[in-house]
Each structure stands twice: as C-alpha cells, then as structure tokens.
C-alpha cells in the first residue's frame, strides 16, 4: 500500500533539505501534492542540432558533441568557468557563472555528451550557460520521448541545485512507486462518455508524455476533472441551500405591484426585464432563500426590475432595504425611486453616512414599527444599530464593493435571511459566472429599452485634439452637456500622462467664462465639495464636467451626450465600459471619445479597438478575462476562489462547459453520490472538500 500524505521528505531523490526548500517555495509538503505538481510547458528533445545550424532565435537547443578544453576566468567577484564545446561542424563555449569544485572534476575531456540549455548569441557567437549535460550513454537510458517536461521554478531552487532534473526524477520515482495504488476519481460512465483517459495514464503521460498527443490527452482529463470537481461542489452548495435555507414566502402580488405596474411604469418593460421578473417572483414564492445576481448592461432598466421587486416584498407586508456603494450612488437611486413612486402611497428613507441624528432617529423609528417601508442607503444600513421590523429583501447593487463579511450581515436583520437581490453592470463572463458566482442563480437583462440609441465611439490621438475640441462646441451649441474623465490625480514622475489640474486649466482656456461653465469632481475633495459641483452638472448650470473615474458607476444626467477619455490607454477594457454608460441615457445621439498618444501596447491596441467595435457588455468581459485573467476581474477578495492548477477559465471554457453540464446530470441524478456507480466520485470529493478551504470565500 502507498500512503499519498508521505511527507516529501521521505521521497527517493528528495530527502530533508531539498524537501524544505520545495515547502517554503512551492507549498509542496507530501507525495500528492508533488504528484499533482504539473509542468508548466514542455521541450522537443526528440531533435539534436549541429552547432553549424544554430541561429541567433534558436530558443533551447540539444547539441551532441564533446569538451575539448575547460578554463577558470577571473571576472570582478570570483571566476567563471568556461569550457569548449565541439562536435563535427563547430564549437560553442558553455559557462559556469559560479565555480566549485565537483563541478569542474565533473567534466570529462573527450567523452560524448548531449548537452540541453538556453543559446546566448553574442558579438558573432553562441555559448550555452548552465546546460543540462548527460553522458551519451545515460543519454540513452534516461530519454524514455521527445517530450520533455519544464516545472515552475525559483531563483533560490536554482541556487540550491533544484533544478528541473532533480524534481523530474524525484517525480518518476514517485509514480513507479505509487502507480498501482493511483485511485480513479470519476465513474466509468464519465471516462466512457467523455472519452478520457484513466487516471494513471493521465498522470503518467502529464509528467512522461510518449509524444503530443498522449500530452493532450492527459492535459484534457486532468482539465475536466479539476472543473469537474469545482461544479460539484458549487452546484451542491446552491441544492443545500435552496434545500435547507428556508426563506420567507412572498405567496402574493398585491395592489402596490399591480397599481405601479398598470399606471406608474414610464416605458413597457421589455421582454428580457419580463423575464427576469418571473424569475425572481418564482425564487420568492417558492419557501426557499433567494440568492440572486442580476446582470444587465449600464442603462438596461435593472432598477425598475428591483423596485418592482420591492413592491412584491410591500405587498407581503415586508420591508425592503437597498444598498449602493457610493452616497453619490445611493442619493442618485433614492430620488429615482422617489420620483417613480410619488404618485403612491409608499414611505421611503435615505441613510448614509452624511444622514443627521435628527434624520437618523426618525428613520429608526419607521423602522422599528413598520412605518417606513423602503430604505436606500449605504454601508450606514450594515450598522447594528439600524434594526427592522420584518426585514424580508435586500438589494445590493454594484456587489463586488462590498465584501463577504458585509454581505452577511445582512443575512442577520431578521429571524430568517432576507431574499437577496445582487445588482450589478459590470458584466461577468459567462465562464466566470459559472464558475467563481456557480452558486449564485444569475439572471441577465440582454435587451436595451427601445429608442436608445446605441453610443457612437470614436479613437482619436492627441495630435486631433482641437478638432475634438471643435466637436465639442458643437455640441454644447445644442445644448447638451460634456464628461472629460482622465486617469490621475496629481504628477507621477515616471508617468507622461496628462493630470487632471493640466487638462482642467487647458479646458478654462478653450472654453472660458461667461460662455462656458466647467464643473471639476476628483478624489481628494471633500465629499460636500463633490456632491456640489455633481449637482451643478446635474442641474445644467455648467456645460463640462472634468473629473477622475469617481464618475465611474452611477451618475445619471440624460442631457450628458458626449464623454471624452484622455490617456484612454491607462484605462481597463470594464472601466472604459462603464463610463461610456455614463452617456446616451437621453433620446439624442451620444458620443465616446478615447484619446491616447501614439505609442500603445498590443493591449491597449485591443482595449481601444474592442471598444470601437462593440457596445456589447459581455463581448468586452470575455475579451478583458482573455487580457486579464479571472483573479483581477473579480476584485482582491474573490481572486483567490479559484486556485486551478492546470486548467485556465478562458483557455478551457470548451472544457468548463462539459464539466459544468456534466455535474448537472449527475447532482439531478443522484444529489449524493449515493449509488454504486459514483462512489470514486464521492470519495474524490470528499478528499478534496477535506484539503480545501477555498470554498469558504465564494459569496
């Protein structure tokens, strides 16, 4: 029997130093974690060169030939060791940046060897520092295929001669050893349907690849697997809790849904806002806890979703609460609501934390007794001090604000958890959403309110400047109302980006008083001061607003027609996104703007182009995930969800699907992986569930 939690220092070829460095640099501890410790890339090994076929691009080469000479060179701090290297057409100089002992006894004069390493090509010549070098003999023995696996490494494995040799050997050892006790994980079924490797072939082919193809069969089992493994467990806590999460019933649709619905509604919802609502009202009536997000572009009429919403919660004599990230965003969605509802009677409160102690007690009054029946607010609301009579639904818009601990308390405002409405208008990915949000049901708005005009974007370099200028005064002569957003505060050194007070004194100059009017919002001024000249802008009484990207999520002013982005390159493809949704809200045509120099990376270059190209949300998540990666989209507190060791959400969402799907049948099938059949499963699960603790920060 092979016991898999060995520590690695027991391992042949490992032992207790070696075993110590591999702990502090790469977390690995027993023989499962070094069995699952995958190569990241892989070298043809199959072809050896002649030194007279080598050019300047050759990346990593094998060369077969034998050492004619071997000298010591003093070089500032102690000497190098550089030796001649020949076969029948030519020479290259291998070298050695620290010398000792064993190694310069090591190397035999005119003995064959096949040497494997990195080309330097300089001044007319190549040299080959630090090769791999085998006897040909052993040669011979050891190369089992071409392909030859390449493990992430470290500076101080290196320095300590673990190199990828020593962990390829240590890793052969292991598998020999441990081959006949290697468990399968997935069901016969599975393999068959899929059409996977076992997993021992897997595992001996990731490591040992007989050529390409065994390689890709092995990378797509383990792939699917992983995946696999990760749907389970989502798709298991979503059951759970639909199962033993009781939420509160909303059983019926009364008069304060059914009077906005027929005569307070400003424009016929449309079909994807219909939809979205049956899904909610099914969630809510049906005795289990409601937990779901809401995606919908900037603009696609999410907020008339969640007040209808509200309204179902008024009718089943609940309370609701809404939660925004910002005071700016919160005032901007309590006069929405306020406006919509004026015509009925339904009280409804702003709490933030500007709100005063008079203000505050009469809100808490409402609130104990039932009286006040809506409450819109920031993190104010989160306070234990803010108590409800029958809090029954929570929405919280633009969630990945605010973090898990937040969130929860929420759960604690009634006796039961209140439903809970995520809102958001970044758009996720759908492999993002099936994955790192899998436990979440999300629903998605995909259609925008008929008569919006789709915003015209446009890339200009700063060398168009004044006719970007000329357009802008065209425009205010109809009226209409202008963003200029840049990137920075103050001067960064390292940084030639224009700053905000640069650009704020060239706009004063183009457009000076009494003709125009400029409003100016950036961080470091007070929030009174901010929330001055925002409603100066929102009021009409000055024509361009130049700010920073506080402007980014909320501020609603349908005259706004035009947005100008300067240093558009500094700016995320999802930030990009959201402040052109500050724009079009009106009926008029609107325009984005994006300015940058001239020298772009090939990234910006996408951003820029994906931007020009599409206005589609989800389009342009999908491509900033590819620029991105899934950690950063998510924001710090989700990113290390999911810790994948070989598969990659946007490489493999071929793959993610068929795990996703597959997980599906068999949890409908078969919730516990009870029958016979999936017991590998159930068993695989459950060590894993054991070894992970990343499950306790998915949301």
């Not at 494997?116 to 089992?144: A, C, Q, R, T, W």
Request: aromatic share 8%; hydrophobic share 40%; glycine share 6%.
């Amino acid at each position: 029997m092979f016991d898999f939690d060995t520590h690695i220092s027991y391992l042949t070829g490992i032992g207790p130093a070696k075993a110590l460095i591999l702990q502090k640099e790469l977390g690995l501890f027993n023989a499962n974690q070094l069995m699952n410790f995958f190569p990241n890339r892989y070298v043809d090994r199959s072809k050896i060169f002649a030194v007279s076929e080598l050019k300047a691009d050759n990346a990593e080469v094998q060369l077969k030939g034998v050492i004619t000479e071997v000298k010591e060179v003093k070089q500032k701090r102690g000497s190098r060791l550089v030796a001649t290297f020949r076969d029948e057409s030519g020479s290259i100089e291998l070298v050695w940046f620290r010398v000792n002992r064993w190694l310069k006894a090591g190397l035999r004069i005119n003995e064959t060897y096949v040497i494997f390493g990195k080309l330097n090509f300089f001044n007319g010549n190549f040299s080959m520092p630090h090769p791999d070098m085998e006897l040909e003999v052993n040669y011979k023995l050891n190369i089992v295929s071409g392909l030859q696996a390449i493990y992430p490494s470290t500076e101080k494995m290196s320095a300590k001669g673990l190199n990828n040799k020593v962990i390829s050997k240590a890793i052969q050892h292991l598998i020999k050893e441990a081959h006949p006790f290697i468990q399968e994980t997935l069901s016969d079924e599975i393999i068959e349907e899929h059409g996977l490797l076992s997993k021992k072939e897997a595992l001996v082919h990731i490591h040992f690849p007989k050529n390409q193809e065994m390689l890709a069969k092995a990378q797509r089992r383990l792939k699917f697997e992983e995946l696999f493994f990760i749907q389970i467990q989502l798709i298991r806590n979503k059951l759970v809790r639909k199962d033993k999460i009781k939420g509160f019933v909303f059983e019926q649709v009364g008069d304060h849904f059914n009077d906005f619905y027929h005569s307070g509604l400003p424009f016929d919802l449309t079909n994807a806002q219909k939809r979205v609502l049956k899904e909610i009202r099914s969630d809510m009536a049906s005795g289990a806890h409601m937990n779901r997000l809401l995606q919908g572009d900037v603009g696609a009429g999410k907020t008339i979703v969640a007040l209808l919403t509200m309204l179902i919660a008024l009718d089943n004599n609940f309370q609701t609460a809404m939660l925004a990230p910002t005071a700016i965003l919160a005032s901007q969605h309590f006069q929405a609501l306020t406006t919509l509802l004026s015509p009925f009677d339904i009280s409804i409160k702003l709490l933030t934390g500007a709100t005063g102690v008079k203000e505050r007690r009469v809100i808490h009054e409402g609130l104990e007794s039932g009286a006040l029946q809506i409450l819109i607010g920031t993190h104010a609301i989160l306070e234990d001090k803010v108590v409800f009579k029958n809090l029954g639904l929570a929405i919280i818009d633009e969630q990945h604000r605010f973090g898990v601990a937040q969130r929860s308390k929420m759960w604690m405002k009634n006796t039961l958890p209140p439903h809970v409405l995520i809102m958001t208008a970044t758009p996720i990915p759908r492999t993002l959403a099936m994955s790192a949000y899998g436990d979440l049901d999300v629903s998605v708005i995909d259609e925008l309110p008929p008569g919006r005009k789709e915003v015209q974007t446009v890339h200009r370099f700063d060398s168009a400047r004044l006719r970007v200028f000329k357009f802008m005064r065209d425009e205010i002569a109809k009226g209409r109302q202008i963003y200029i957003v840049y990137p920075l505060i103050e001067e960064s050194e390292a940084l030639d980006y224009k700053d905000l007070q640069d650009g704020y004194e060239s706009i004063q100059r183009e457009f000076p008083l009494p003709d125009y009017r400029i409003s100016i919002v950036h961080g470091k001024m007070k929030p009174a001061d901010k929330e001055i000249e925002m409603q100066r802008f929102v009021k009409g009484e000055t024509q361009i607003m130049v700010a920073t990207t506080v402007i980014e999520v909320g501020v609603n002013v349908p005259n706004a027609s035009v947005m100008i982005i300067e240093s558009a390159e500094r700016f995320g493809l999802s930030q990009l996104h959201q402040l052109r949704g500050r724009v079009g809200r009106g009926a008029d045509q609107s325009y984005c703007v994006l300015m940058s120099g001239v020298k772009l990376s090939n990234d910006s270059k996408t951003r820029l182009e994906t931007m020009v190209r599409t206005s589609d949300g989800f389009e342009i998540a999908e491509v900033d995930l590819k620029l991105r990666g899934p950690g950063n989209l998510m924001g710090t507190q989700q990113s290390g969800v999911l810790n994948l060791k070989i598969a990659d959400l946007v490489r493999d969402s071929k793959e993610l699907h068929m795990a996703r799907n597959t997980a599906l049948g068999l949890l409908r099938e078969d919730p516990n992986l009870v029958s016979p059949k999936n017991s590998p499963m159930k068993k695989a699960y459950q060590q894993i569930h054991k070894r992970t603790s990343i499950w306790a920060n998915i949301s």
